[in-house]
């Protein structure tokens, strides 16, 4: 297998990466060498003044939905009773990598950032949520060249799937339960592990908090952005595949434009036809994503999202229509199939993008795609069914001729497809999870 | 009356909507989600409430005000969860 290619956007200094040239798995000499476990010169900041630090720093969940992890810690910390944090490193999504690779080479960076959280919502205790057997040895290991944390912090594994990272599904195998999905309400927030208020947070968000909890020397104002590296330009973790000649993890500024970072680390093969945004949650777009602004809400105003920023390529030569097929044969195949909506919803779309595909798709058929794509969103317990929706909807609207090219000639990219084969499509092949390969 | 209602358990028996139409909605396979809010107005409560006792799975419940935190277990270490730790 390749190794994994990872890289720093030039403007700015990685935070969550390791500078060029660093040696593998950063264990806790080499993390407290990089300041680590010391805060800032004040040491740390704690309880109330952690979440306005935070809340100030507009720092974002990196998990998908990208609310604001202020919000979230306020949310749990005013709730009586025990309260729970759990670190989501279950990584579902194939073509993400973000927090495997944290897990795997930074453990100590996530094991601070758990302390800080847990700590500013008063948890008793911390799971660290994994499917990957290196990234639960990796913390495993780190927890052992620790002492006594203040907050006893667990381990706990669960067999890879593209629902078990979802937050309700966490916490129900956390309790013991199967890992997929429950109806909301309640929210982790309100009832989670063992009935407990809990904060599910993604492991790139609280891999961030170790910066944001450095306190100013005394007397000094609190600035956000202090700690670790230099303050200034805010980042976040892109796995970059697709059509690219350098297809891996890197860490980008905010504000910059999508096409300008892509061709920037991964290569281009050319001009690129259009993107598939956050893994294969938040749709397509086609060239006009190129040049869309790196923010979550330039994004989201746009239809479409950054998510948990896996990105994916489509090359000059790419069929959109294939992509969409191919994602929604995946969902079709990996939804937890306990809502009617969602295995009767994604199997309906999932054959007209097939059909599509295949060139025998007619106007009745993306009538009723379009249909399906406006009235299924928020019909399931989890929001598998609004990705499948999504990836419909954003077809249609990105690439209406290409669809329409569908209806009147076979394509010959589509023809090379196999929609049944049991792939991850756009997995990054470093980090292929055992039962998938990529396509 | 606030209610909730839970699609993993939904199995498209469609007997809701035949109560409470404006209350439930069908998709076109004949599961249910809840058409609007779950706060169920006053004059719709006798229907939902045979939507509730009708329901073959037991998929809507009333939700009851539970007094916050009542689920919480005592400070301190969790019970050991099963699997792999
Ligand atoms: C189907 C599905 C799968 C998800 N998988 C993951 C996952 O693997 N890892 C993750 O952090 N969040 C995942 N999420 C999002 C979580 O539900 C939750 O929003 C997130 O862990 C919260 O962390 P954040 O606020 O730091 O983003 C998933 C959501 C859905 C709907
Ligand atoms: S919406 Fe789909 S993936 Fe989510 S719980 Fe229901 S069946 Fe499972
Ligand atoms: S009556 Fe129950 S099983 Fe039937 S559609 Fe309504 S919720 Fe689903």
């Known amino acids: 297998m390749p190794p994994l290619i990872t890289g720093v956007h030039p403007a700015v200094t990685p935070r969550l990466l390791l500078p060029a040239g660093a040696p593998g798995r950063e264990d806790r000499a080499a993390y407290e060498a990089r300041g680590g476990y010391s805060g800032g010169p004040g040491g740390y900041l704690e309880g109330e003044d952690l979440i306005s630090a935070v809340a100030e720093a507009g720092l974002r969940g990196r ?29 579902g ?70 629902v078990a990272g979802e937050e309700t599904a ?32 993604n492991v790139e968000t609280i891999a961030n908090l170790p910066r944001l909890a450095a306190a100013p020397a005394p ?22 595949t697709g059509s690219c000649p350098r297809p891996g993890l890197y860490e980008v500024p905010f504000g910059g434009p999508l096409g300008e970072a892509a061709e920037t680390l991964g290569g281009l093969t050319g001009p690129p036809r259009g993107y598939l945004m956050g893994g294969y949650f938040a749709g397509l777009l086609n060239r006009r994503g190129h040049v869309l602004t790196l923010d ?48 009767n919803g994604t199997a309906a779309m999932s054959g007209v ?82 039962a998938e390969e990529t396509a | 009356m606030k209610i909730k209602l839970d699609r993993t358990l939904c199995d498209g028996f469609g007997k809701c909507a035949e109560h409470a139409p ?27 409430r045979r939507a509730i006792l009708d329901c073959p799975v037991d998929a809507i419940l009333e939700r009851l005000a539970t007094p916050a935190g009542r689920l919480t277990p005592p400070a301190g270490e969790l019970a050991p969860q099963p699997g792999p730790a």
């Open chain 1, 63 to 91: 998990g998908g939905a990208a609310f604001p992890l202020g919000v979230k810690l306020a949310a749990v910390a005013a709730q009586p009773g025990d309260h729970v944090l759990v670190v989501n490193g279950e990584e």
């Open chain 1, 93 to 162: 999504e194939p073509a993400s990598v973000k927090d495997r690779w944290l897990l795997r080479t930074r453990p100590h960076l996530v094991l601070d950032g758990t302390v800080r959280a847990a700590r500013a919502i008063g948890a008793v205790t911390a799971y660290v949520y994994v499917s990957d057997d290196q990234a639960a040895e990796s913390v495993r290991t780190a927890l052992a060249e620790l002492d006594e944390l203040p907050v006893p912090v667990h381990v706990r594994t669960v067999s890879h799937s593209y």
């Open chain 1, 170 to 201: 966490a916490v129900r195998a956390i309790n013991g339960g199967p890992a997929k999905p429950t109806d909301k309400p309640p929210r982790p927030f309100e009832e989670g592990v063992a009935g407990c208020p809990t904060l599910v947070s």
């Open chain 1, 219 to 240: 007397g000094e104002d609190v600035s956000p952005g202090r700690g670790f590296g230099p303050a200034g330009q805010e980042t976040f973790l892109m796995t970059l």
């Open chain 1, 296 to 343: 979550y809400d330039v994004f989201r105003d746009q239809g479409s999202g950054l998510g948990c920023g896996a990105v994916i390529v489509l090359g000059p030569a790419d069929c959109p229509v294939g992509c969409a097929a191919q994602v929604m044969a995946y969902f079709d195949r990996n939804n937890a199939s306990q809502c009617g909506s969602c295995f």
């Open chain 1, 353 to 434: 993008t097939a059909a599509l595909a295949a060139g025998i798709a007619g106007q009745a058929d993306v009538r009723r795609l379009e249909s399906w794509a406006a009235f299924l969103p928020g019909r399931g317990a989890c929001a598998t069914l609004d990705g499948a929706a999504n990836v419909a909807r954003s077809l249609l609207r990105e690439f209406p001729a290409e669809v329409e090219a569908h209806l009147r000639d076979r394509c010959g990219q589509c023809a090379e497809l196999d929609l049944t084969a049991a792939t991850a499509p756009f997995a990054v092949a470093a980090y292929a999870q055992p």
């Open chain 2, 22 to 48: 404006t209350v439930f909605s069908l998709d076109e396979w004949g599961y249910a989600s809840l058409a609007g809010s779950a706060e169920v107005p006053a004059d719709l409560e006798p229907q939902v």
